[in-house]
């Protein structure tokens, strides 16, 4: 089997379950070659069986290659967004360190660094410093960690 060539990569955020051929997927996929029908029912098929709010909006990682064929990995909902489910907020703090919008627990934090892990690019840090990570968003989005 002849290896394939790489045309090209885009990153898209695309809502779970939803996707639809739009001017946004469009342009990003259409100087690819890519299939943009295809590319949303494989995304739906993917994403139909995650346990989300239908409209999360999720990351993806797109290859594609010179014979119109394609790959993508579809990553775990922004850190922010998790945050913003476990405090039940809507929006961070315009003035993050002066005003606070709301806090979240330390198991919290844990559970939302475990989720992160399942990324595959994340997979290899250490929990700990995902809880790190996590803490530092949670601060810039105007949350406080309590025990």
């Not at 979240?104 to 410093?129: F, G, W």
Request: hydrophobic share 40%; charged share 20%; aromatic share 6%.
């Amino acid at each position: 089997m002849a290896a394939r060539v790489v045309k090209g990569v885009c990153r898209l955020r695309v809502s779970a379950g939803q996707a639809k051929p739009s001017p946004a997927i469009g342009q990003a996929l259409g100087p690819l070659g890519v299939n943009m029908m295809e590319f949303c029912k494989q995304f739906n098929e993917q994403t139909k069986t995650y346990k989300l709010d239908r409209g999360t909006i999720l990351p993806v990682h797109l290859t594609a290659f010179e014979d119109r064929t394609f790959a993508f990995e579809v990553k775990t909902p922004p850190t922010s967004w998790y945050l913003k489910q476990a405090a039940g907020i809507q929006a961070g703090s315009s003035e993050p360190g002066k005003t606070s919008v709301g806090t979240i627990s330390a198991r919290a934090v844990y559970e939302i660094a475990q989720m992160k892990r399942r990324d595959a690019t994340l997979a290899n840090i250490p929990l700990e410093s995902m809880c790190k990570t996590v803490i530092g968003t949670a601060k810039t989005m105007g949350l406080e960690v309590v025990d």
